[in-house]
């Protein structure tokens, strides 16, 4: 069985370059929301999102990478 007609349509929109659906579709692939969750598709996603300079996903990036820096140093 295919895709819901919903998730369809946020890959055609994200696919055409719309950056809230990009970040959206990073979102469901972060969560695991309708999607198998996969880091790598939400973050290819995230940065395209951020790239268009859609400010959720800027915001997102920043906490995200801001998170693993302050992992690694609390461990070294």
């Given at each position: 069985?295919?895709?819901?007609?919903?998730?369809?349509i946020?890959?055609?929109?994200?696919?055409?370059?719309?950056?809230?659906?990009?970040?959206?579709?990073a979102?469901?692939?972060?969560?695991?929301?309708?999607?198998?969750?996969?880091?790598?598709?939400?973050?290819?996603?995230?940065?395209?999102?951020?790239?268009?300079?859609?400010?959720?996903?800027?915001d997102?990036?920043?906490?995200?990478?801001?998170?693993?820096?302050?992992a690694?140093?609390?461990?070294?």
């Open positions: 069985m295919g895709k819901p007609k919903k998730l369809r946020l890959f055609k929109q994200a696919k055409m370059g719309k950056p809230h659906q990009m970040y959206a579709l979102m469901r692939y972060y969560e695991g929301c309708g999607l198998e969750e996969d880091m790598e598709q939400a973050l290819y996603w995230m940065n395209l999102a951020a790239d268009a300079g859609y400010q959720r996903a800027l997102w990036l920043a906490d995200y990478y801001f998170d693993d820096d302050a690694v140093q609390a461990y070294s």
